[in-house]
């Protein structure tokens, strides 16, 4: 049984460029959660989807998005992209509800130039 | 808004000797709680989670955690550490919604390092 996978695993990208990132949940999960992680401090918590939609948002402007799709799989896009966007983003699959157990891929780390 | 706070950025500890990784909560109501341990390249993973249930949590690979109400803490203790033990270890605690979807908001982490 896989679990959740994501990908790329890293990147490196510039200033004012765009990315996007995948995310496939554990199989049987429906809920799919981001959160970031900068280096040397915990994660936090992006946005939730549920059934294709933003149920849940942290602090996070708006160039973060998401999408996920039919089959529970999600992307997150980060528009215009800072230095200080370089981080640790970690995707984790849950039922629904969660009650606290996440299970979160290895992450894809990106690097802003 | 409800937060925890991992008083040790960093314990060392000697192969075979009592792990302790502290933290405290701050919550309005009863919080549900949960420690999660992050292997160096490796995701996530829950230890254990308290729920309101048993205040004594036992989790995986000889882990356990005492919910103290009177302490605001939720500290994670192990009898004996392992060579294996060493990773980020993180408190953490959840915020539910009123539809029922929560977000975990998680403590800046403690490094174990294990001491042959």
């Known amino acids: 049984d896989a679990g959740v996978t994501q990908s790329p695993t890293h990147l490196i990208k510039t200033r004012g460029q765009q990315v996007t990132l995948r995310c496939s949940p554990k199989s049987g999960h429906d809920t799919v959660s981001w959160y970031q992680q900068a280096l040397g401090q915990g994660p936090q918590f992006i946005f939730q989807y549920y059934e294709e939609e933003e149920r849940q948002r942290g602090n996070f402007p708006d160039r973060f998005s998401g999408h996920q799709f039919p089959n529970y799989s999600s992307e997150l896009n980060v528009n215009a992209l800072l230095l200080g966007d370089s981080a640790l983003y970690l995707c984790?699959?849950?039922?629904?509800?969660?009650?606290?157990?996440?299970?979160f891929g290895e992450g894809s780390r990106l690097t802003v130039l | 808004a409800q937060s925890v706070t991992q008083l040790d950025s960093h314990v060392s500890v000697s192969e075979g000797t009592p792990v302790l990784l502290r933290c405290n909560y701050s919550s309005s109501y009863s919080p549900s709680l949960f420690w999660y341990v992050q292997h160096p390249n490796k995701g996530l993973q829950l230890l254990l989670k308290y729920t309101s249930a048993a205040t004594l949590v036992k989790g995986i690979n000889g882990f356990e955690a005492e919910f103290k109400k009177s302490e605001t803490s939720f500290h994670l203790t192990k009898p004996s550490a392992h060579m294996s033990d060493a990773a980020e270890y993180f408190c953490v605690v959840s915020e539910t919604s009123n539809f029922g979807n929560e977000k975990l908001t998680f403590g800046t982490g403690t490094r174990l390092t294990i001491i042959p």
């Open positions: 984790a699959s849950s039922l629904n509800p969660p009650f606290g157990e996440l299970f």
